[in-house]
């Protein structure tokens, strides 16, 4: 996987937006096997790997959407519904440049409703109250690190908030000081470290970054 690639991509579609004046955009998002239906793909390593970088790049595309101002609403395509909506409107998914523009129109029809979840916010309400905190680097493997992810989670798993930190947005010592003020902030009770460099997961309905927390096994014996 050629991360800069993806990265400088991603960066580039945003731009783009921000150059035609968008403060506002709606984002198609695929669970894999929707992805695999709609575009009529086999079940394989191959195709898991191109839903995946997809995925990233979406999830980049709209991290520097957002650090410009643009409103971004994920819009899930499902499968079955998306083919109903197609029929009704008599277009040809056979032919790929009319499925490309039927997903847009898909993702940007009004009555076509955006992802309810929200993953990786912050909430104030729970400044100073405690919990655990589990502080997990994600990336592709050891030698790229994308994202270092600090979340405050009751010691049954439930997450409380989080907070993300990209590597294109800061350094290993500028995220560190963030995790540490976000720490000072939080007051937990105790902080679990991941000593693994995760592999990153994306939601199916919002693709916002999946986050992890240690289970209370591991809360337990970290004590």
């Keep these: 996987m050629d991360l800069n690639r993806i990265i400088n991509q991603a960066r580039d579609l945003a731009q783009r937006f921000q150059a035609a004046g968008r403060n506002e955009v709606r984002l198609p998002v695929f669970a894999y096997e929707d992805w695999r239906s709609i575009y009529n793909q086999p079940h394989t390593g191959q195709s898991l790997a191109e839903h995946h970088a997809q995925t990233k790049q979406n999830w980049y595309l709209m991290h520097f959407l957002r650090c410009m101002g643009v409103t971004v609403h994920p819009v899930p395509v499902a499968a079955g519904a998306f083919s109903q909506w197609a029929r009704a409107g008599g277009r040809d998914l056979a032919d790929p440049h009319e499925l490309a523009h039927a997903v847009g129109h898909y993702a940007n029809d009004p009555s076509t409703p955006p992802a309810n979840c929200r993953h990786g916010s912050l ?90 927390v240690a289970s209370p096994q591991e809360a337990e014996r970290a004590r």
Aim: with cysteine; charged share 20%.
């Design 123 to 212: 909430n104030p309400a729970y400044d100073g109250l405690g919990g655990l905190v589990t502080i997990t680097v994600l990336g592709e493997s050891e030698e790229q690190p994308e994202v270092m992810t600090v979340v405050q989670h009751s010691r049954e798993g439930q997450v409380l908030q989080s907070l993300q930190l990209p590597a294109v947005d800061f350094s290993p010592q500028e995220a560190w000081q963030q995790a540490q003020q976000f720490l000072e902030r939080i007051k937990p009770s105790q902080v679990f470290h991941d000593q693994q460099v995760r592999r990153p997961s994306y939601c199916p309905e919002c693709n916002g970054l999946m986050v992890s």
